[in-house]
């Protein structure tokens, strides 16, 4: 098999929120061509909020690799990201259920759950995935409607998710959350979404605690910088280029090096694992 080589840089390019998977040039790599399935998640039903693209996406096909059926939640207006998911998830011989709406709203957060276990009868695995991000320079610059949407999109929607998820969820199912190393590194443009990001590892931690009782395990994976839709849709042509580069690695990273980390959390190799952060993000040290 050829060596895969990652790009070190990228050209400049721009989108308008929430951004599109099937315009970012070079588009990401979902899931590496010599990755083999061995049934880790099968028999299992997974929803992943964020699905249609980026980490998402590459959360959902290495699942269906691996044997699971998938529910994706996702924005209407990403409906042709969602569509090639729902491809892509097909090809690999399992069911994708595509559910499109808003997770601030907490009515449809519970008919997403309402309609998972309507398709499939049981949910084992929910992916906390789904996320926006809007940089401002300085905090005085901060519109704080925007602030609170951010809030409510992040990490209020985990929590309207998890409480409906876990009134059907038994012991050997697990939840998995999308932090970030913004958290642990802070973020000067990014104030808003780092402080999200510090929230869902302390609900993560916390809710492992919670559900450690009841065999039901909670952990996060706290990503650096990779390449998604968020990134030519939320920074400027020039910061795009350069994208990932003061990383150890001096590179972004792809989704195909992130979602095995979700694999390994929702498997049976981690059933001794609950309330901890998974760090995929080029070798920076953090505190864990």
């Not at 913004?182 to 809710?207: C, H, M, Q, V």
């Amino acid at each position: 098999m050829p060596k895969r080589i990652m790009p070190r840089e990228f050209p400049g390019q721009r989108q308008d929120p929430p951004g599109f998977e099937h315009k970012m040039r070079p588009e990401p790599e979902i899931i590496r061509p010599n990755y083999r399935g061995s049934e880790k998640l099968a028999g299992k039903v997974a929803l992943v909020t964020g699905g249609d693209s980026g980490i998402g996406r590459a959360v959902a096909v290495h699942f269906a690799r691996e044997g699971a059926d998938l529910a994706i939640i996702y924005l209407k207006v990403e409906q042709k990201d969602a569509d090639r998911t729902k491809a892509l998830v097909e090809k690999e011989g399992r069911t994708c259920l595509l559910v499109p709406g808003d997770i601030r709203d907490r009515s449809f957060c519970a008919s997403a759950i309402k309609k998972t276990l309507e398709e499939f009868g049981r949910l084992n695995i929910l992916v906390n995935n789904a996320a926006e991000q809007h940089p401002v320079a300085d905090i005085r610059e901060l519109d704080l409607d925007i602030m609170e949407r951010t809030f409510q999109t992040n990490i209020f929607a985990m929590f309207y998710l998890s409480k409906e998820a876990l009134k059907h969820m038994k012991e050997g199912d697990c939840i998995i959350n999308s932090t970030s190393v913004t958290n642990y590194r802070g973020s000067p443009e990014l104030l808003d979404y780092s402080s999200t990001k510090g929230a869902i590892t302390a609900f993560t931690r916390s809710l492992g605690k919670n559900l450690a009782k009841d065999g039901i395990r909670v952990n996060g994976v706290a990503p650096g910088p990779i390449w998604t839709p968020l990134i030519p849709s939320t920074f400027k042509r020039e910061k795009v280029k350069e994208f990932g580069r003061n990383t150890p690695m001096g590179r972004a990273g792809q989704p195909s090096e992130v979602a095995p980390a979700y694999v390994f959390l929702a498997s049976d190799d981690a059933s001794y694992i609950t309330g901890q952060i998974i760090h995929p993000n080029g070798g920076e040290v953090v505190n864990a």
